[in-house]
C-alpha cells in the first residue's frame, strides 16, 4: 500500500527533478516525468517510489513494481529492468524527504477557532492555528507557524517556539519550548513530580516542585506520555530527542541531545542521560543516575547503577549485553543439564 | 454489594421469565418472580441473582442468601435450601446477559450537544449522541446509535459504524472502525509511528506515516491505551480484541480476531499476532515478529522470536513456560545449595 | 535553582517568623529577617532557604551560600560561617512547609468560566473554580474550595469533598471522593474495568462492571494513571496513598492508607494491598493478591504470590530481596567461572 488515501491525498504529482532535488539525491530519468506518491517495496506501483531499507530487503527489491527506488550507488545493479534508481547515500532520508514533497507537515495558517479560550494576555503570533475548545493561558507565547489543536491546554507563561504543533488533548504547563517541539496526543508535559514527604500524622507533604520543563528544538513528545517538572531546578530534553507514547520522565530528569526514548520507559527523578542514548521499550531507568552519551539500554532493562558511555546493557539488572548474555546461556544450560540429570535418575 | 446504586441504580425488578429468555437459561421457579438486580455470591439477597464463577467458589454457594444463583446442571445440588438455581452451560455469559436485562448498554438517542463543534460536511447519522466540547472533522462519518462522549474527538475522514462509544477525551484519527467499537477514557487512535532516520546534522526526520487505524468490529480499546497508524501500511486490530489501558501497539501492528492485550503491553512495530492471542500484563513483544494463534505469553514477558500456535511463553527473554519454570527452579536450586556451602565453611 | 521564576514567582519575601511558625522549627535568627524564597542548597543564595536532605548531601552544605538551612539539630554544627540554622526533627517536611508560605497551594475562589457545561442539578460550592470548557454531570457534588481546571470531566453523581484539584483533561465517573484528592492531568477515574467472558460464537461479552471508585481524603493520582470501577464490589484507594504517573489499577482493587504507587505500576484486578505499602516503578502484581502492610517491592517485580507484612521484595517473579540477591549473585558466579573454564578450553 501507499499513502491512505482517505486521510493521506497527497499532493501529486510530482515532477522527478522536484523530487531529486528536495532528496539531494540523483537519478538518470526524464526531469519531468511525474510520480504520484510513495510506497512500501513490496507494493508500489509504476508511478510510485519506493526505498530499498536494508540489504535484507534486496529480494523485494528484484520483485518490485515500483517505477522509481531509492537506494546507494552500489545497489543498482540490482534494480529490475525499467526501474529507475534514485541514488543517495542516505536513501531512508532521502525517501523521507521525497515523501514531504507529497505529504508537506502542516503548518499554521492563522486560523482560530471561534471556540477556543484565550487569554487576552497571552502573545500569540498571527500565522498561528488554535482549533476549537483550545485553552491559551495568561502570558503565554505562541511563536510563528504554530498548531494547536482541538482541546490542546497551553498553560499560563508557556513558551511555545515557531512551527511546534501541540496534538488533540495535550496539556503543557509551567515549560518553555524551542522551535518544531511536537507533542503528540494527551501528552503531558509540566505535571508536578512525585516528591513528598511524611508527617507525624501520618499524611504525606508535597516537597516543593517549582521548576519547569525545558524542551529543546525539534523534541517530540509521544502520546500520553508524561514529563513532570523540576522540583528545585528544571527538567531538561535536548534538542531532536524523541520520547515515544508512554513514556515517563520524573522530575528533575535530564535528557542530552538526539537521545530515542522508546514507548513506557520509564526515568526516575534526576536522572541524567548524556547525547544520542538509546533506550528501548519498557525499560525502567532509577534516579539520580547517570548514563553515558551514545548509550544504548535494551528492552524491559531496570538501569540501577551509572552506565558509561557507548555501552550497551541488558536485563534487570541490568549488565553488560555480553555477560547478560553469558549469564542466559549459563542459566539455559545448567537447566538442560539439570534435566538430563533427572531423567537418568528416573531410569 | 451488587450494583452501586447512586451509579447504576438499575431497571429493575424484572421477571424471572425475561431474564431467563435473555440469558437462554432454564429455571423451575415461578417466571412472574420479580428480581431486582445481580450481586456477587458472597453479597447477594433475596430478590438478587448471583452466579457460580469456578469450582473454588462452591463454598460460598452453600452460604449464600441469594434467590437465585446461575450454574451449571450438575452443579444445582449444591444450591442451599430455598435458592433457586438458573440453569446454563455458559454461566458467566448466562450472568452477563441477565445483568443487561437490568443494566442495558446505553445507545445514542440523537441527543447533540449545543456546545460541539461539528464539521458540516460530516455525516452523523440522527440516531448519534454528541456530547459537549466534543469534535468531529470534515467527512467524519458516524453511525447509528454511536455515542460521542463529552471533549472526544474524531477526527476529519474517521468512519465509525454502528453503535460505537467513544468516551470522555478519547481521540481518533486517520481510522476506519467496524460496528460497536469502543474507546474508553483519553485512548489514543491513529497517531503518527514512532519512525525517523538521521540527518548529518544530528537531527531526526520522520519516515513517512501514512497508513490508516482499522478496528474491526466490537474491538475494545482501554483508557489511555495508544494506536499508532501505519506507516506505508495500516495498523489492523481484528474483530473482537479487546486492548485494555495503558496499553500501546506501534505502527502496522496487525492483531487477528479475538486477541486479549492485558494493561501496559507494549506492541512493536510490524508486529502480528494471530487470532485468539492472550498477551498478559506489561508484556512487551519486539518488533516485525509473528505470533500464532491461540499463544499465550505471561505477564511482563518480552518477546524476542517468533511464537507458534498454542505457545505458552514466558519470562524475559520469553521462552516455553516449562523451559522458564525450570530454569527458574534450577536457579532457586543453586542459589539454595550456594548458600548451604557458605554456611558449611563458615563452621 | 529556586522556583522557576516565570511560573513560580511566590509571594515574598517573608519574615522569619511566619516561616518558622509554618514549619513548627526553631532558629535564633532575627524574627524579622526576610527571606525571598527556598532552593536547592548547592545553588540558593543569602535571603534564600534550603535544606539538608540527607547525611550525604553534608558536603554541599560546607559549601552553601544559602541564608538559611534546615536540618536537624545535631547538625548545626556543620552549617558554614553566617547560615542560619533552622532546627526541625523533620527537615524536609518543614522545608516544605516553609515552601508552601512562599507558593501556597491554590484553592477555589468561586470563578467559574462561561464556557464550562454543568448540569443544572449540579450542586456546586459556590467557592469553587471551574475552568473552561470543563463539564460537570447531573447531580454531582463539587465541594468547597475545589478546583475543577479546564477540559475536567466530572460524571454523573460524582462527589468531591472539600478542596479537591482535578487537572487539565483528567476525568472521573462512578466515584465518591473525600477531602483534598488531587488528579493531575490526564488521569482516568472510573472506567469499566476489564471483564468479558465468551461467546459461543467466538466473541466477547462484557461482565457485568456496577461498581464504583472510593478515592480517601488526600488521595493523589498521577497523569494519565488509570482506575477502573469495581465490578460488583467498588475499586477503593485509602486516605493519603499516592499514585504515580501511568499507574493502573484493576477493578475491585483495595490499597489501604499511606501507600505509595510509582510509576507505570499495574495492579491487577481484586489485588488488596494493605497500608503504607511501597509499590516500586513499573512493578506488575497479579489479582486476587494480598499484599500486607508496609511491604516493600522492588522496581520492575512481578507479584504472583501474597506478600507478608514488613516484606521486600524483587523480582519477576517476586521473591524476598534476601533471596533473590542470592540468586543474581549466584548466576553471576556461575558464568563467570563458565567464562574459565571456555578460556581453559580455549587453550
Redesign the interface.
Known sequence: ????P???PGQGPQPLAALLAAAEAQAEGDAERRFSG???LA?AGPDEIAYLETAKHREALSATRAGAVVLREGEAALLPPGCLGIISA?P??A???I??VF?PSPRGMGQR?A?A?IDPSAQIDPSADI???A?IGAAAEIGAGCIIH??A?V???VVLGENCTI???A?I??A?CGRGVVL???A?VG??G?G?????Q???????Q???VLLGD?VEV???A?I???A???TVVG??T?I???A?L?HNVRLG??CVV???V?I?GSAVLGDWVQVA??V?I?GHLHIGDRARIG??S?V?RDVEPGADMLG??ALPVR?KM??????????AA??KTMSKKDN
Open positions: 500500500m501507499a499513502a491512505h482517505r486521510f493521506f510513495v510506497a512500501a507494493e542516505m531512508a532520508l525517501f523521507a524527504r515523501a514531504a505529504h477557532h471556540a479560550a482549533g476549537p475548545f485553552v482541538a482541546h491546554v498553560g499560563p507563561g496534538h488533540p488533548h496539556s504547563s509551567n518553555i503528540h496526543a494527551g503531558r505535571n508536578e512525585f513528598f514527604t511524611p508527617t507525624p501520618g499524611r504525606f507533604v508535597t516537597m516543593p517549582l521548576g519547569a525539534e509521544g502520546a500520553n508524561c513532570d517538572r523540576g528545585l531546578e528544571d534538542r531532536a524523541r515515544d507514547n508512554l515517563q520524573g541531545q538526539g522508546v514507548a513506557q520509564g526516575s521499550g519498557q525502567g532509577a528492552a524491559q531496570g540501577i534487570s539488572p555477560v553469558r549469564e542466559i546461556a549459563t542459566v539455559q544450560r545448567l537447566a539439570g534435566l
